[in-house]
Structures are given as structure tokens and as C-alpha cells.
């Protein structure tokens, strides 16, 4: 588990991180670089999760690296199904991180939502559901890793 004190808010404690693939960890669905190291580390301290529609077919073995719980979505608009997942978590104990407009509901839903902007860009709904907002996924990674830095972020 996470703990993150932010002054004027309620701790979180974070148990899992729920990752949208495409476009968040992945472009044109290839890992970016840095992405595994940094999931694996985590992966010692929280449940990793990685959601995708796998629009290329690359997910399952691009991921075969991280130790993480891979769910290929049912639903051809997957936001009402990435929200669900969150909630069966335990929406108070997760951290979500996506970048499209599927998203927006995991990301409204989560303890924490991390909007990344990547090289695909984020869709202007999620932005307005997030928390954060980072320029790419390692650094969004980066501030679970090194939670001060949320603190200092979040603080009222």
C-alpha cells in the first residue's frame, strides 16, 4: 500500500493502480520505454492493472514483462466498464491513469486520477475528471514512486 498525508484532505491509501494502455503506457500499442521498470517497482508496493481494448493486438505481449493483471475490455466504448473495474477494487483505494475519453469516468471515480498528456494527447473530458495532469506516463509513475511530490501538488 500507498500512504499519501495531504494537508486538507483525507490520507489515501492506495492499494492499486489501474493503467488505460493505449495512449497511456503505449504508443501505436509498443510499451514506451521506462514504462516497465517503473510499473515493476510499484508493483512491490500496489496492484498494478493494465485495462485496454488492445486496438492493436500488441498488449498481452508487450506486457508479458510487468507483473500486472491484464483485462482486454468486453465492451466496444469501454468507459462504463473501466469505471466498474475501479469500483469492484474499491474506488477509495485506487489510483487511475489514463489519457482518453473512456477514461474520464475510472479517473472521476478513483481516490486519484493522473491524466497523462503523452504523445497521443488526452481528450479535453478526462483533463476535467483528473486530479493531476503530467506531460507523460513516466512521470506520472514517478509521483507514485516519490509521493511527496503529490503532496506538494494536492495540498490545499
Known amino acids: 500500500m500507498i500512504q499519501i498525508d495531504i494537508p486538507g484532505r ?6 492499486h493502480i489501474v493503467l488505460d494502455y493505449n495512449g497511456t503506457l503505449a504508443k501505436d500499442g509498443i510499451l514506451l520505454p521506462g514504462v516497465a521498470e517503473r510499473l515493476n517497482l510499484l508493483s512491490e508496493s500496489i496492484e498494478v492493472h493494465i485495462l485496454t481494448a488492445d486496438t492493436f493486438g500488441k498488449c498481452a505481449g508487450e506486457c508479458r514483462i510487468i507483473n500486472s493483471t491484464l483485462h482486454i475490455l468486453n465492451q466496444a466504448v469501454g468507459s462504463e466498464e473501466k469505471k466498474a473495474y475501479v469500483e469492484k477494487l474499491g474506488a477509495e483505494n485506487v489510483a487511475a491513469v489514463g489519457n482518453g475519453a473512456n477514461d474520464r469516468l475510472m479517473l472521476a471515480t478513483a481516490a486519484l486520477g493522473i491524466v497523462i498528456l503523452g504523445p497521443e494527447g488526452a481528450a479535453v473530458s478526462t ?3 483528473a486530479n493531476v495532469v503530467v506531460k507523460d506516463i513516466n512521470d506520472g509513475l514517478e509521483l507514485l514512486l516519490h509521493p511527496k511530490r503529490l503532496t506538494a501538488t494536492l495540498r490545499l
Open 127 to 129: 483533463l476535467q475528471h
Open 10 to 15: 483525507e490520507p489515501l491509501q492506495l492499494k
